[in-house]
């Protein structure tokens, strides 16, 4: 069973409608029998330097704690990829645990490398 928990960080900074919003997200996921890491789309916005900033849940169905280090994550809009970089999670996420991330896309983290993960918006 899927547990749900923010990044020590996300404690102290999350608003309380942003939690909530989550909570309750979270509460109306139909987990499916899977494996591995799955990201999923929450919302998106943009930072005050034109950066994209996509909010998701980080799942991670594995019976063993994942750390994402160096990691190439896609953003993709109905199969069109709109963004894409490398990313690292500074703590990892337990086993049967999901936790929300802000992934920050700007110029600095882009790459030519194939994605590891996508972040789908459909």
Do not use: C
Request: proline share 6%; no cysteine; glycine share 2%.
């Amino acid at each position: 069973m899927q547990t749900l928990q923010f990044e020590a960080a996300w404690e102290n900074t999350i608003s309380p409608e942003d939690r909530l919003t989550i909570t309750n997200k979270f509460a109306q996921i139909k987990y499916k029998t899977a494996q591995g890491i799955v990201l999923s789309y929450l919302w998106e916005a943009e930072n005050h330097l034109g950066d994209l900033l996509i909010t998701t849940f980080i799942h991670n169905y594995d019976d063993k704690p994942i750390r994402l280090t160096d990691t190439n994550v896609a953003y993709i809009i109905n199969k069109q990829q709109i963004a894409h970089g490398i990313f690292t999670i500074p703590e990892a996420i337990p086993p049967q645990t999901t936790m929300p991330w802000t992934f920050i896309f700007s110029d600095k983290n882009s790459t030519d490398k194939a994605p590891e993960f996508f972040i789908k918006h459909e």
